[in-house]
């Protein structure tokens, strides 16, 4: 048990930092992570990433990553996220639809969609949520009829991110119609252009972020852009879900903004406040809980073993911080938190998404608690050091 | 970084284990600790090992003074500790842990740190019902004054240890209260199949998991900033926990047959030995103007 990088990750990381701050104009340091989904910034960032074999350090090299660890996909985020996601959408790509690809795609859909994506050059969104399906994923109706060599897709996703921007949609289906549960699913890779798919705003509060919702009507694909065997795809969809619920380190921008708070609060005058200097322990503590679970499941993932409690735990940890950082610049700037753009409206509303995106923070509650009491308790990491 | 414990890692907690086996379940604790003190479990190990010998120990619901013996004993003096040692801000009034029995206490002041024997102190037992012993000290005469510098480190270690002591207890009260869910039927069915206590459980277990993870990775730091930051978390915990694990255990929790107090009361005892979380947030406030982080680029 130790707890330092290694030469390697370090030197990665001091590059990657060197990287940003030569390549990243000063204004990306106060963007929220998707506030600027998709630009030809982005898009030229990421190629120069790319090009270095930055964007997909983790991959395996045949399919555009550099063979690197676990441990500098999460050094990716952090250092990256802390400065406003400048991937804009592409982390999505990266971090868990490429994986799923180089896991359940046929030579042919590897060999199309892992180049682009490790080169930056392609956006995707998710099709996942429905009006009568958000958490409860297993419960979709949108369905994927099999017509020949095609498919035909009808159905409505919902509350969908970076959908206006996406050139490709990771699209989960009904493909057995008399199945239930998380039976019977398919995953479709499913241009955005497709006659039939349609994607208009859904207006919302959280300006730093739009939601979508995407129609497919009577959209037709050839039978091709399947993701794995039919019928199959929950078990694919699982396994890269527990990908995006650590991809986004939201603790390490939270943490920059709490030593934000600290300096402004020397600078303000607010030390005479009651309670401050404890907030800012809690948030800072709840930052470096956060990094320390998420280091955990990174260490198991390092090791090819089980990472479901880990992530879970993780992810819960995660929510945490952003809550608590949020209320600590709300009750530190009071009424200026009215203003967009500011630290408290900004972190009030990223943290009103971090217990939602990625799935509902409840069902890492779910997993936990299976743990603990069953049924099917894993309870190894918690009866022994 | 590397979650798992190394050979000589995991060799010395077996060694922690087998003097533990040895001295028997049913064992007086003055006598394992005189067992553990003998053997040669410290003899190069590292802040981390220490740290996690503190934290097994109160994981096993044993109230070992070695925990905090472990953390601090390479501080002091050669051959100034043969038995317990017990430690004590001067600003801080109530009785004092392991004081009873303690061969040497340590006095903290702002920046000074003083050792005593029992021929500089008097003490007198103080029943507490939190699962150490107690006892109210006085001192009667001046204290070996340690050099400059040693405070803080003293302090940071006696803190690792609350931190792992509470890591311990934590983890292991959620164990019992998970078995507790399970096995106790109330409106016809197991209390673990409500959702509202499943999702409390959950959260509570991964605040203690977060205690765990953060005393360790302080350890390994040993550095005054990082050690209060994770004593700050473990203090939380500690606070949070009780209450709910109490209730969700019922009424059964505050029985000694039941078990459950082993943990939580211990729990109780060792975040008020860490200082209120407001007296460590100032203290972090402190340490951080003392030694400012890299400016944040972040603006909003």
């Known amino acids: 048990m130790e707890f330092q990088w290694s030469d390697d990750d370090a030197r990665f990381r001091s590059q990657l930092r060197e990287f940003v701050a030569s390549e990243l104009p000063a204004r990306w340091q106060d963007l929220i992570p998707g506030e600027e989904p998709a630009s030809q910034f982005i898009v030229e960032f990421c190629n120069k990433l790319g090009e270095k074999g930055w964007l997909t350090p983790h991959w395996p090299r045949e399919y555009g990553g550099t063979d690197a660890s676990a441990w500098q996909f999460i050094i990716l985020g952090e250092e990256l996220w802390s400065a406003g996601e400048p991937r804009g959408s592409q982390y999505m790509n990266v971090n868990w639809i490429g994986p799923a690809i180089i896991h359940a795609g046929t030579a042919e859909q590897r060999e199309y969609h892992l180049r682009r994506i490790s080169a930056g050059d392609v956006f995707w969104c998710q099709g996942f949520s429905e009006m009568e399906a958000g958490t409860d994923l297993a419960n979709m109706r949108t369905a994927a009829v099999r017509d020949g060599d095609d498919y035909v897709i009808n159905g409505e996703k919902v509350w969908t991110s970076y959908a206006a921007e996406a050139d490709y949609c990771f699209l989960l289906a009904r493909t057995d119609p008399n199945s239930a549960g998380n039976k019977g699913i398919s995953i479709f890779l499913v241009p955005t252009d497709t006659p039939g798919f349609t994607i208009e705003p859904i207006p919302s509060v959280l300006d730093i972020h739009q939601f979508n919702r995407l129609t497919f009507d009577n959209v037709r694909v050839p039978a091709s852009v399947r993701l794995g065997p039919e019928n199959h795809g929950w078990r694919v969809v699982r396994e890269a879900l527990s990908h995006e619920r650590i991809g986004g380190p939201r603790y390490a921008r939270a943490a920059l903004v709490t030593q934000r708070l600290r300096e402004l609060a020397g600078e303000n005058g607010w030390w005479e406040r009651d309670g401050v200097k404890t907030r800012l322990a809690a948030a800072e503590a709840a930052c470096e809980a956060a990094r320390i679970l998420v280091y955990q499941a990174i260490d198991a993932r390092a090791k090819s073993r089980p990472e479901d409690l880990a992530v879970n735990m993780a992810r819960v940890a995660i929510v945490r911080c952003e809550r608590i950082v949020a209320e600590l610049a709300l009750e530190l700037f009071e009424g200026e938190s009215l203003e967009l753009g500011s630290i408290g409206n900004s972190q009030l509303k990223t943290s009103m998404i971090a217990g939602l995106g990625g799935g509902s923070v409840e069902v890492q509650l779910n997993g936990i608690a299976r743990s603990l009491l069953g049924p099917n308790e894993r309870l190894g990491q918690w009866t022994s050091t | ?300």
């Open chain 2, 1 to 300: 970084m590397d979650f798992d414990l190394s050979r000589p890692q995991r060799d010395r907690l077996d060694s922690l284990d087998r003097v533990v086996e040895e001295a028997g379940t049913a064992a007086d604790i003055d006598q394992l600790d005189k067992a553990l003190l003998a053997s040669d479990m410290l003899k190069g190990a590292s802040v981390l090992e220490r740290y996690m010998i503190a934290e097994e120990l109160s994981r096993r619901g044993l109230a070992s003074a070695f925990g905090l013996y472990a953390l601090v004993c390479d501080l002091l003096p050669d051959g100034i500790t043969s038995g317990r040692l017990a430690i004590v801000e001067s600003s801080r009034n109530g009785p004092v842990r392991f004081a009873d029995s303690a061969s040497v206490l340590v006095v903290l002041d702002a920046d000074r740190a003083y050792l005593h024997d029992q021929s500089t102190i008097t003490h007198r037992p103080a029943p507490t019902g939190f699962g150490y012993p107690y006892a109210h000290v006085e001192v009667c005469a001046p204290g070996r004054r340690l050099p400059d510098g040693d405070a803080e480190r003293i302090r940071a270690r006696w803190r690792l240890a609350l931190t792992g002591e509470i890591a311990g207890n934590a983890r292991s009260a959620i164990l019992k209260t998970a078995d507790h869910l399970k096995a106790r039927v109330q409106f016809g069915r197991p209390l673990a199949t409500f959702q509202a206590l499943r999702h409390r459980l959950a959260d509570a277990a991964v605040s203690a998991e977060a205690t765990s993870w953060l005393g360790r990775g302080a350890a390994f730091v040993d550095h005054p900033r990082t050690v209060l930051r994770a004593a700050w978390y473990a203090s939380n915990t500690a606070a949070s926990l009780v209450p709910e694990l109490v209730q969700m255990c019922g009424a059964r929790s505050f029985t000694v047959e039941f078990g459950l107090q082993v943990f939580t009361m211990r729990m109780n005892s060792l975040r008020l030995e860490l200082g209120g979380l407001d007296r460590l947030g100032l203290e972090l406030s402190q340490l951080a103007a003392r030694e400012p982080a890299e400016q944040s680029t972040v603006t909003r």
